[in-house]
Each structure stands twice: as structure tokens, then as C-alpha cells.
């Protein structure tokens, strides 16, 4: 009776052993698969942020988006096809050229790329294309040259614009930032705008003061304000003077402008063709290692006019 009290407690121990080792073994693998899960999380996480190049990575962006900008939609513009300059962050993203086009209220540019170090672009930031379909990425395509050309949507001129870049030997997404600039376009690329005359003024011949401001290129060169404007048959002409010595001419459409001084930076005479609105000039540089035409637009507020 004994032996058959202590078997029947042992068979009862040894089930109760067993049933704590199989909770015990579902809690572990139960343990088990969270951690798997978090794991695979982080992975995935680790996998996401690897395919962005972190700010260590990448060249020191530059600031191209200035604050006198102001963007400019495609409704702005007459349809065409025009050249036109683009200004980029970094200077591992290097565009030779650029042509815009603007038809039916949309603007799109073909970029001809220095490199050949990229497969795709996405318009956006590099998480973004990190989490986008493969399909909404621009690939390349090779022109003639053996170049690189991307054709992207642009969604307004002096405006900043974010760009992803691919790169074939990284494979990671870099972030660039994109200006299109709107002072490198011709000026009968703009719809006509209004602009206040000499006339509408009814300026008498003399000598005035205007406040006027400049536009374009780096931003980093300015020209003095005031500037004297003088009228004399109903034709204004202002002494516009640059904040640098090394302009040595100015194009004002066909005409070319000589500087007026030797010394001190360089001043220009340059006609006045209206106020309030944005006037394309171009000016040549010799501060580079070869001269080099820069757009702007001169732009002179006609309700500061005062006699000098």
C-alpha cells in the first residue's frame, strides 16, 4: 500500500514537473519570439536609416536658397524652351547644363550631370525615397555624350526644392538641395509685366535718388543703395555701383556697358528701362581663374524716387 502511495506520488510529482517545464518552455519561447521580433524591428530600422547618408557623409551643404527669392510658378512664364542655370547644395552634384520647359502650366527640366556616379533621383528627401516605390524613381538616361541626363518635375524657380541622389558605388540616398534660378532666364521667357515708367512718373529732367536692389547669382554680391538716377529727355539712367572691383562689362540685352571708374568697385551707367519690376542684366566677372557671365535683375522701388 505504501509503494503504490509513493508511485502514484511520484506519477503525480512528475506530471506536475512536466507541466511546469512545458510553461516554462512556452514562456521562453514565447520570450524568444519577441526578442525575434524586436530584433527583426530593429533590423529593419538599422536597414531603413542605413540606405540615407548620415550628415557625416556627405560634403558640407551650401546655402542656395537666398532670401530675397521669390518663387516663381509656371503660370509666370510663357510657354517655351529655355536655358537655364541651376545652383546645388552640395558640391559632389554637379549639373553642366539644364533645359527648362514650360508648356500647359507645368514646368519640367532635363539636368546634364558632370558625373556619372548616380542611378536615380527622387524628388523628395532620401527617407522619403527610402520608403517610396521603386517606380517613382528617375533613372538615367545617357545622351550622346555618354552624360547622365535626369528629366524632373520642377515645381517653381527661386525656390528650394528637395532632391535624393542614389549613388552607384554607396548605394545610399543623399540629400541635395535644387534652385532653379529665374534671373538666368531671357527675359522674354516671363509673361509681360508691369512695370512704372518715366512717364507715369512724370519725372522732369534732374537728378534723383532710388533705392534699388539686385538679384541673383550668389547673392553674396550687392550693388549701393540709393543710387543716383538721372533724367534727362525722359530717359532715366542710374549709376549703379557694384560691392566688387572685378565686373568689366554689363549687358543690358545687346548692349554692352563699359565700368565708368579705374579705381574703387565697380560702377556702371545703366538705362533704366522701368520700376517695380525685375530689369535682366549680365554682368562679367574676372575674380575667377576665367571670367564668367552672372543673371541678375535690377530692381528699382519707383515710391522711393527723391530729389538728390
Given at each position: 500500500m505504501r509503494k503504490l502511495y509513493r508511485l502514484t506520488a511520484a506519477a503525480i510529482a512528475a506530471t506536475l514537473i512536466g507541466s511546469m517545464s512545458l510553461v516554462t518552455m512556452a514562456e521562453d519561447e514565447t520570450e524568444m519570439t519577441t526578442q525575434a521580433t524586436t530584433a527583426a524591428e530593429q533590423a529593419a530600422e538599422q536597414?531603413?536609416?542605413?540606405?540615407?547618408?548620415?550628415?557625416?557623409e556627405m560634403v558640407t551643404p551650401e546655402e542656395v536658397v537666398e532670401d530675397w527669392m521669390v518663387p516663381i510658378t509656371a503660370d509666370e512664364l510663357?510657354?517655351?524652351?529655355?536655358?537655364?542655370?541651376?545652383?546645388?547644395?552640395?558640391?559632389m552634384f554637379k549639373i553642366d547644363k539644364c533645359e527648362l520647359t514650360v508648356a500647359n502650366g507645368e514646368m519640367s527640366a532635363v539636368m546634364t550631370m558632370n558625373g556619372t556616379g548616380y542611378l536615380y533621383l527622387f524628388m523628395g528627401t532620401g527617407e522619403e525615397a527610402v520608403k517610396a516605390s521603386k517606380?517613382?524613381?528617375i533613372p538615367f538616361v545617357e545622351n550622346e555624350d555618354?552624360?547622365?541626363?535626369?528629366?524632373?518635375?520642377?515645381?517653381?524657380l527661386d525656390a528650394g526644392i528637395d532632391c535624393a541622389a542614389f549613388s552607384k558605388r554607396k548605394e545610399q540616398w543623399y540629400d541635395r538641395t535644387l534652385v532653379f534660378?529665374?534671373?538666368?532666364?531671357?527675359?522674354?521667357?516671363?509673361?509681360?509685366?508691369?512695370?512704372?515708367?518715366?512717364?507715369?512718373l512724370a519725372l522732369a529732367?534732374?537728378?534723383?535718388?532710388?533705392?534699388?536692389?539686385?538679384?541673383?547669382?550668389?547673392?553674396k554680391t550687392t550693388v549701393t543703395s540709393p543710387a543716383k538716377?538721372?533724367?534727362?529727355?525722359?530717359?532715366?539712367?542710374?549709376?549703379?555701383?557694384?560691392?566688387?572691383?572685378?565686373?568689366?562689362?554689363?549687358?543690358?540685352?545687346?548692349?554692352?556697358?563699359?565700368?565708368v571708374n579705374e579705381e574703387g568697385d565697380s560702377t556702371f551707367l545703366i538705362p533704366v528701362k522701368g520700376f517695380d519690376y525685375q530689369m535682366a542684366i549680365t554682368a562679367d566677372t574676372i575674380a575667377m581663374s576665367t571670367p564668367h557671365e552672372i543673371d541678375y535683375h535690377l530692381c528699382f522701388d519707383s515710391t522711393t524716387i527723391a530729389e538728390e
Open positions: 536597414s531603413t536609416e542605413a540606405g540615407v547618408a548620415t550628415a557625416a510663357n510657354d517655351g524652351v529655355y536655358e537655364i542655370e541651376v545652383a546645388s547644395s552640395s558640391s517606380d517613382d524613381y555618354g552624360q547622365h541626363t535626369y528629366e524632373v518635375p520642377v515645381e517653381a534660378l529665374a534671373s538666368s532666364l531671357p527675359e522674354n521667357a516671363r509673361k509681360e509685366q508691369e512695370m512704372t515708367t518715366v512717364e507715369d529732367d534732374g537728378t534723383y535718388l532710388v533705392d534699388v536692389a539686385l538679384e541673383g547669382g550668389s547673392g538716377l538721372t533724367v534727362e529727355n525722359g530717359e532715366a539712367t542710374a549709376e549703379i555701383i557694384f560691392s566688387s572691383p572685378y565686373y568689366d562689362y554689363v549687358l543690358v540685352g545687346e548692349e554692352k556697358l563699359e565700368p
